[in-house]
């Protein structure tokens, strides 16, 4: 499965990116989302595999709101190999 990005914007204009680690998590994640909508700011939330296999509707819920979602592995391990892969289809299955 091929890796996929965004590149929006221009080029000229200053611009900081906005991101979470680490999540969902059914309090920081719904803490943020309600900040960011207040302020009508866009973030990127980079999840981790096992947290969106427990927080399914967080994932779909912050993903609905417009903000970008990436692949933070599935545990977070030292040594990875496979779990970056396991995170993906989680990820786009959800």
């Not at 920081?28 to 909508?37: N, Q, S, Y």
């Not at 967080?58 to 417009?66: A, D, L, P, R, S």
């Not at 190999?81 to 993906?88: H, L, N, Q, R, Y």
């Amino acid at each position: 499965m091929p890796l996929k990005s965004h590149d929006n914007g221009d080029r000229n204009i200053n611009k900081i990116a906005l991101t979470f680690d680490d999540g969902p998590n059914p309090f920081w994640t719904e803490k943020a989302l309600d900040v960011l909508d207040k302020h009508h700011i866009k973030a990127n939330f980079f999840i981790l595999g096992k947290n969106a296999e427990k927080y399914k509707d967080i994932v779909k819920k912050t993903f609905k709101k417009g903000h970008l979602i990436g692949n933070h592995t599935y545990s977070h391990p030292r040594e990875g190999v496979g779990d970056f892969e396991k995170a993906e289809e989680i990820i786009f299955a959800i």
